[in-house]
């Protein structure tokens, strides 16, 4: 069964999840963002065999280019494997000076449910949006697990007209 919840306004990814509390009966979410379309892989998948395995919060993660890392968050990391890293730190659209990595997140998370007591509390920001990389940081602080995962398939993004545009004519030829 799929429900909707709507935004009035655009608030923020962090204020769209918090929309949902009234829906989500477990511990762990699974949240995927409409705009990165993922292809030849089930990811999700994926990083449900390592929330499984690890007990542990899973964000989706590709490498960009350096000059970027602006357009993302971008996580400070510890690998572990060749394609898992655990998070220390998310840094909502870094200068290229200031990037902790080019490890950037990607619209695949499976979060606790507490990230719902953070939400409800967190103040927006200078552009009035409550951004979920804020309260993910205020958990990594509280010493809970996230795992990033360096996913397997075809990552399209949708956030640019270009992007947009692209991904349109790469799903029309499959």
């Not at 709507?6 to 699974?30: E, M």
């Not at 507490?114 to 509280?142: C, M, R, S, V, W």
Request: aromatic fraction near 10%; hydrophobic fraction near 35%; include cysteine.
């Amino acid at each position: 069964m799929i429900k909707f919840v709507y935004q009035n306004s655009p608030l923020g990814t962090g204020d769209a999840v918090l929309r949902c509390k009234r829906l989500i009966k477990s511990k762990h979410f699974l949240m995927l963002l409409p705009d990165d379309i993922i292809i030849n892989s089930n990811c999700s998948s994926a990083m449900l065999k390592m929330h499984s395995q690890y007990k542990s919060s899973v964000i989706a993660s590709k490498k960009v280019k350096s000059n970027d890392v602006s357009r993302w968050g971008i996580f400070k990391l510890k690998k572990f494997n060749k394609n898992n890293f655990w998070i220390n730190d998310v840094v909502e659209k870094p200068s290229i000076k200031s990037a902790p990595s080019n490890y950037a997140v990607i619209g695949r998370y499976i979060l606790p449910y507490k990230i719902f007591d953070i939400l409800k509390n967190q103040k927006p920001t200078q552009n009035g949006e409550i951004h979920i990389t804020d309260a993910i940081k205020k958990l990594i602080y509280k010493k809970e697990k996230f795992i990033g995962h360096v996913f397997a398939g075809t990552y399209l993004d949708c956030g640019t007209m270009k992007g947009y545009i692209n991904s349109t004519i790469k799903i029309s030829k499959i």
